[in-house]
């Protein structure tokens, strides 16, 4: 059995990071149109938080993603399961996600998008854990560095449950937190 631990991340420090890179995203475009691409189905909660923050033209679209790997080696490969509906040829793309964690998602994803030739494309997550890389990569907006911890809440997971949590928290399971 898995038991909700401590709140990590409350909602009132999810808002000021939500503010704060819906304020940079804002300055960076200035004014451009960005289609903001949401990874379902983690992404949704932050996503809808994050859109009301941006000021500039901002077009909705969404995917849903795995990403192969055979344990050592990242295949490169991201099998789409759902794909956007837009072409995305000379558009900004910000890709927006949950969370970043051994970094084979969003790396396949960037490939993938790259190749149909949009004007930009960047990555925007809610949470990232640096200490979990199995490739490189870095996102272009973080809202907040965590620890090598299974969190759940604010859009995230576990076996499909405690996306609605409003606060972020650290899971327990029993026979330790394998991911
Ligand atoms: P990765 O960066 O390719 O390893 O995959 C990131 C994906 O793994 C995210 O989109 C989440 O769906 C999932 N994930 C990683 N860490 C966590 C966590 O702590 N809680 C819930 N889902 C997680
Ligand atoms: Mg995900």
């Keep these: 059995m898995e038991r909700v631990s401590e709140v990590l991340i409350s909602r009132e420090t999810i808002n000021e990071f939500v503010c704060r890179l819906g304020e940079q995203i804002s ?6 149109e960005i289609v903001v691409i949401g990874v379902l189905k983690g ?33 490169g490969n991201v099998h789409i399961r759902k794909d956007v ?5 000379g558009k900004n793309i910000l890709i927006v996600e949950d969370i970043i964690d051994s970094g084979i998602t969003m790396q396949s994803l960037m490939r993938e998008l790259s190749a149909r030739n949009p004007k930009s ?16 990569f870095q996102a272009d907006y973080i809202g907040m560095e965590i620890p090598d911890a299974f969190v759940i809440g604010y859009g ?24």
């Excluded at 300055?27 to 451009?32: A, I, R, S």
């Excluded at 509906?85 to 040829?89: A, K, S, T, V």
């Design 121 to 136: 494309i960047k990555v925007c997550a809610a949470f990232d854990k640096p200490s979990r890389r199995k490739v490189e």
């Design 43 to 75: 992404a949704c909660v932050f996503l809808s938080d994050l859109i009301r923050k941006i000021t500039c033209p901002v077009i909705l679209d969404f995917m849903q993603v795995s990403s192969y790997f055979n344990g050592t080696v990242s295949t």
């Design 85 to 89: 509906d837009l072409d995305l040829e």
């Design 27 to 32: 300055k960076d475009y200035n004014g451009e």
């Design 156 to 179: 995230l997971d576990y076996a499909g449950k405690y996306r609605n949590l409003p606060d972020v928290c650290v899971l327990e399971l029993d026979g330790g937190n394998e991911t």
